[in-house]
């Protein structure tokens, strides 16, 4: 009687709250971190750092205790983004277009903006760059931030704005944040959804002295089981850009209530993956990349005030694919798939409706390496059994003892593998598209790009280098792309030049058009970025590249490749570049 009174009371609320004048129907806040670990906040027990705001949010809704993403960046935002496993979708890497999600897939931003949400994202997207993998071609109508998948520069940075370069103004999670309020304040009066996946903790690991000096000669007292493997200078450094994550929560939650909407907003927060580092995380085993616990157990905390009970600890398993079908469920807005969804809605388990919650098996996969996790056991990519209720450090193997629960998790591997992964093909032939004509702006950067010759990146992870060492006219950079739709285009190079290497000529063809650009101003800046490094970083340094116009180059339709070369070359080597922007010639 008590859960039937419960349903009833669920759905009555949920019809009052809808039809109540001005809270109908309800906004999304939707905060994604970037690395951030399921430790790295005091609400789960680290006394090293504090989270108050980020605290709250969970005492005011509903924290999933036991919630899964996947072990990396790219495949947590495809899986949040369609509500389908990451690989039906096409995503395979985080960068050189493995991270870009077919364009056959529905995304979330896709169903709100049907159903009359004002939709945007600022931040990191690293869904693909080129429209109409860009976010404004993916249901978000704003989009300022970055299509990367890391960024080397925190501090005013080169950002874009719909497709259009522009400068970053301040700390970028700051910046993003500002963008964020000044949406909400335009759309008050509209439903809105707003993502916003910020950059931070990911590395490089660039903090403000105002952040870092906290935690600069602090002892920590929570460290990882690991120790040998812990850079403490980093985790610190993750602490101090938490605790500046936390403050941002903080600004998003103040606006909501000076607006007026804290009531009709669902605040949702979580991060992309296990944390970015050995840290200390609950002697979970497993960090960013493993498909063990520590590597895809995130927090997770959902709030909608007068809806969502306060305080609730749901304990039952979920994952980043449950994201589209709850939001549709809770908001009530129409939606078709296309194609099945592999996630579930989460609405029975927020509004006490879990009479007849099933356990279920969720998948956690990257790089060939399959994990398997029940609600109280994981089996690993290496088919060990573990119980995960007393085990969470995955230390013994009890898949002699638990023969029952090791077949079943077994053949749903066997199954999810030969069904699931067949789906993406074993040649990624998808092209960078250019020339849509419903866009006017195309980056075609050194990511994604490939040298040929004595041209080398400037670091091993592509998603922010540039290209250097340009020292003959037998180098070259080309693209492999689509024109979609022929016409001419006004061509940007974003480059730096010595003052010794100034008078050289570059040559940009396509087919039979080319165009030539002789360098004729020197550029040569330092490198960025070590300054607020607060530890030696993995990924490339930066730069302030400069633009100059190439002039207009026609560009026919269909596939081909874009060159870049060197016509002439006047001193040791032509130029270091970035970027590569085509604007439409309207006619």
């Known amino acids: 009687m008590k859960k039937i009174y419960l349903l009833l009371f669920s759905i009555f609320a949920f019809t009052a709250c809808q039809n109540k004048k001005g809270l109908s129907p309800p906004n999304i806040v939707f905060i994604l971190t970037d690395d951030q670990g399921w430790g790295d906040l005091s609400l789960n027990g680290n006394t090293d750092l504090r989270t108050p705001n980020i605290d ?248 909608w005030k007068g809806m969502i009970s306060a305080g609730q600890k749901i304990p039952q398993i979920a994952s980043a694919l449950d994201f589209l079908p709850t939001l549709v469920d809770l908001t009530a807005i129409s939606f078709r798939p296309q194609k099945n969804l592999d996630g579930l809605s989460l609405k029975p388990l927020l509004l006490n409706e879990n009479a007849d919650w099933k356990d279920r098996l969720l998948v956690n996969h990257w790089r060939s390496k399959t994990s398997i996790r029940s609600q109280d056991f994981r089996l690993d990519h290496e088919n060990r059994l573990f119980d995960m209720r007393t085990d969470p450090g995955q230390k013994e193997d009890i898949a002699a003892n638990e023969n029952e629960i090791f077949e079943k998790l077994m053949a749903f591997k066997t199954k999810w593998e030969s069904e699931v992964l067949t789906e993406l093909p074993a040649l990624d032939e998808r092209t960078f598209p250019v020339g849509n004509l419903e866009f006017q702006h195309y980056q075609l950067p050194a990511r994604d790009a490939k040298p040929h010759g004595n041209i080398k990146r400037s670091n091993r992870f592509p998603n922010d280098t540039f290209f250097t060492n340009w020292v003959s006219v037998n180098d070259s950079i080309t693209w492999d792309i689509e024109v979609l739709e022929e016409g001419d285009f006004e061509v940007e190079l974003y480059y730096t030049c010595r003052k010794e290497d100034v008078g050289s000529t570059v040559l940009l063809s396509y087919g039979e058009s080319s165009i030539e650009k002789t360098i004729i101003e020197a550029h040569d800046p330092a490198l960025e970025g070590h300054e607020m490094d607060r530890l030696e970083r993995q990924e490339s340094y930066t730069k302030d590249f400069k633009p100059i116009s190439m002039g207009n180059i026609f560009l026919n339709k269909g596939q081909g490749r874009l060159a870049l070369k060197a016509k002439e070359l006047k001193g040791e080597q032509l130029i270091d570049f970035r970027l590569l922007m085509l604007h439409r010639i309207k006619k």
């Open 56 to 303: 709250k949010l969970a005492a005011d809704g509903a924290f999933f205790d036991r919630f899964y993403v996947s072990p990396v960046c790219s495949p947590t935002r495809a899986e949040i983004l369609t509500g389908r496993y990451a690989v039906r979708s096409g995503v395979y890497s985080t960068s050189e277009g493995g991270e870009r999600i077919d364009l056959d897939e529905t995304t979330i931003a896709d169903v709100f903006k049907e159903n009359g949400y004002k939709t945007a994202a600022f931040g990191k997207w690293h869904s693909g760059m080129q429209y109409p993998y860009h976010p404004n071609g993916r249901g978000f109508e704003e989009f300022y931030g970055f299509c990367s998948g890391h960024w080397g520069d925190y501090f005013s940075p080169m950002l874009e704005r719909n497709g259009e370069i522009t400068q970053g103004d301040g700390f970028l999670p700051d910046d993003l944040t500002s963008e964020a309020l000044r949406f909400m304040e335009r759309q008050k009066e509209e439903p809105f959804f707003l993502y916003l996946p910020l950059n931070t903790p990911h590395s490089p690991m660039q903090v403000p002295d105002e952040w870092w000096a906290k935690y600069a000669n602090v002892d920590l007292k929570m460290v990882n089981a690991n120790a040998a493997k812990e850079k403490i200078n980093k985790t610190k450094a993750a602490y101090a850009l938490a605790e500046n994550i936390d403050w941002n929560v903080g600004r998003i939650t103040e606006k909501l209530e000076e607006l007026n909407l804290t009531e009709n907003t669902i605040v949702i927060y979580l991060s992309d993956n296990g944390p970015n580092g050995w840290r200390w995380n609950d002697d979970m085993k497993g960090i960013k990349g493993s498909t063990d616990e520590g590597g895809v157990r995130s927090p997770f905390i959902i709030s």
